[in-house]
């Protein structure tokens, strides 16, 4: 499993959005992976939703729960339909 702080500095965005952006978005990719995880998606998903992480954090939102909720609903999934596909 990889990482959302590869992607944070593979775009060079970790001195932007500071040190709480990329704690929640760590503890929201690491919630989005348990959840892909048990409906064995692809590694295309994984860094599809670390990207969509990513953007949604550049918007401003730092809350994990809702980081990891807007990107696995940005891909046709939920946390409860993640560990049910």
């Known amino acids: 499993m990889t990482s959302v702080v590869r992607f944070v500095k593979e775009t060079e965005l970790g001195s932007v959005l500071g040190e709480q952006a ?28 670390a990207k969509r992480i990513i ?16 990107a696995l609903t940005a891909f046709g999934q939920t946390a409860d339909t993640a560990t049910t596909a």
């Open 22 to 49: 990329t704690r929640a978005m760590g503890e929201a990719f690491e919630a989005a992976c348990k959840d892909l995880d048990e409906a064995g998606q692809s590694s295309v998903v994984y860094e599809a939703v």
């Open 55 to 70: 953007e949604i954090a550049k918007s401003g939102e730092r809350d994990p729960n809702q980081l990891r909720e807007r």
